[in-house]
């Protein structure tokens, strides 16, 4: 049974840079099968998806987020990581990392959440 | 991007009570990729339902999903005291992916 795990600072400062990490075990990032996903949640609030990778080079990212945002692999760690900068207060969110079930569309892989990690709150303030 | 609006708010509901929420779409979702997840307070969202209308593995029977197009419906047939959280649906056959707003199933 896949587990997920966040990890990072709990507080950043405005205009800096957002990184988490997502642990998996008991399972590999690199099967192929599975989408590796961020998504965050504000305090009181619903869910905003972040993005989602794929083998190293292929992510898939929130057009409202893309221009601060990347999403890495680490395979030799089992890792895969987030960061996002130019950060405000807006950023303030508990952050999930998921696994994802990819399925085909038309044109798009769209894809379901199926396992969540327990989520890391990140606070931006100075 | 596709707006879910989901209803109502909050429904209050006692247990052994049938619930059924609903979930429409700002336009028809592709393949009627549509997933239901289930969050209780201090805990990550749980996959409930996925493609509309299956279960995913371990959910008990008493959930269902149905509709197709811009409409669908979480049933929750018999409210056990487990089941009072937030729901939210999912839509996953565009991008970008959206989220509902959630439904907050609570005790009457």
């Known amino acids: 049974q896949v587990q997920l795990q966040e990890s990072g600072p709990g507080l950043v400062k405005p205009s800096q840079t957002l990184s988490l990490t997502c642990t998996v075990s008991?399972?590999?990032?690199?099967?192929?099968?599975?989408?590796w996903s961020w998504i965050r949640q504000p305090a009181g609030k619903g869910l905003e998806w972040i993005g989602r990778?794929?083998?190293?080079?292929?992510?898939h990212y929130n057009p409202s987020l893309q221009s601060r945002l990347t999403i890495s692999l680490d395979t030799s760690k089992n890792q895969f990581s987030l960061k996002l900068s130019s950060v405000t207060a807006a950023d303030t969110a508990v952050y999930y990392c998921?696994?994802?079930?990819?399925?085909?569309?038309?044109?798009?892989?769209?894809?379901?959440?199926?396992?969540w990690g327990q989520g890391a709150l990140v606070t931006v303030s100075s | 991007e596709i707006v879910l609006t989901q209803s109502p708010g909050t429904q209050s509901l006692s247990p052994g009570e049938r619930a059924t929420l609903s979930c429409r779409a700002s336009?028809?979702?592709?393949?009627?990729?549509l997933a239901w997840y289930q969050q209780k307070p201090g805990q990550a969202p749980r996959l409930l339902i996925y493609?509309?209308?299956s279960r995913a593995t371990g959910i008990p029977d008493r959930f269902s999903g149905s509709g197709s197009g811009t409409d669908f419906i979480l049933t929750i047939s018999r409210l056990e005291p487990e089941d009072f959280a937030v729901y939210y649906c999912?839509?996953?056959?565009?991008?970008?992916?959206?989220f509902g707003a959630g439904t907050k199933v609570d005790i009457k």
């Open positions: 998921a696994r994802a079930v990819p399925s085909k569309a038309l044109d798009f892989w769209g894809y379901y959440f199926d396992s």
């Open positions: 008991g399972g590999s990032i690199t099967s192929g099968s599975f989408y």
């Open positions: 990778i794929w083998t190293s080079v292929s992510t």
């Open positions: 336009q028809s979702v592709t393949s009627n990729y």
């Open positions: 493609g509309a209308s």
């Open positions: 999912q839509q996953y056959g565009t991008s970008p992916l959206t």
